[in-house]
T-cell receptor, first 114, second 112 residues
């Protein structure tokens, strides 16, 4: 059974139209991450939550916001998508401490901006 | 300098070959290290964790050199199914900071 679930798998949105991507987990992990991955590039960390503490990467555009209403769910909001925001968005979770801090990834949401 | 650096490749090798990937990281305080595999248009999947003593899983051997801030992955007897991008991942932990930092990945293409 999938432990980190992202919805939708594929999302098409119009230029400038707000879009929300969702991620849920059944692992009860305290850390959740959002990564952006463009073609032929490494996943780039946008932000992460440690429990309810939000940590934004310095170079994450203001256009990207996130919400974590509870342990299980995390959302990525793109307020005004541009063509350059087309990418795969990966959600991951991990548990803090020791060798258990490997990350579990969802299958990703592939975002197309038209 | 990038936080995690890898040779992007591509590495084109024949079936049965041995191939080695290298990775360097900039933060000497990094705690944990991993190799992930990513197939085209799929999410990254954990291949193996990397321990200071080195570890082996079948045809795959990972090594960590903390003094040199260097991680390696060795694949023996390459299979066609090994073709993928291999991502070096470093975990930095400190207070509220829990960051998994990815290298750019190394593309491996195993040829018949």
């Amino acid at each position: 059974d999938a432990m980190v679930i992202q919805n939708p798998r594929y999302q098409v949105t119009q230029f400038g139209k707000p879009v929300t991507l969702s991620c849920s987990q059944t692992l009860n992990h305290n850390v959740m991450y959002w990564y952006q991955q463009k073609s032929s590039q490494a996943p780039k960390l946008l932000f992460h939550y440690y429990d309810k503490d939000f940590n934004n990467e310095a170079d994450t555009p203001d256009n990207f916001q996130s919400r974590r209403p509870n342990t299980s769910f995390c959302f990525l909001d793109i307020r005004s998508p541009g063509l350059g925001d087309a990418a795969m968005y990966l959600c991951a979770t991990s548990i803090l401490g020791g060798s258990m801090n490997r990350a579990f990834f969802g299958q990703g949401t592939r975002l197309t901006v038209v | 300098r990038k936080e995690v650096e890898q040779d992007p490749g591509p590495f084109n090798v024949p079936e049965g070959a041995t191939v080695a990937f290298n990775c360097t990281y900039s933060n000497s305080a990094s705690q944990s290290f991993f190799w992930y595999r990513q197939d085209c248009r799929k999410e990254p999947k954990l291949l193996m964790s990397v321990y200071s003593s080195g570890n082996e899983d079948g045809r795959f051997t990972a090594q960590l050199n903390r003094a040199s801030q260097y991680i390696s992955l060795l694949i023996r007897d390459s299979k066609l199914s090994d073709s993928a991008t291999y991502l070096c991942v470093v975990y930095d932990y400190g207070g509220a900071t829990n960051k998994l930092i990815f290298g750019t990945g190394t593309l491996l293409a195993v040829q018949p």
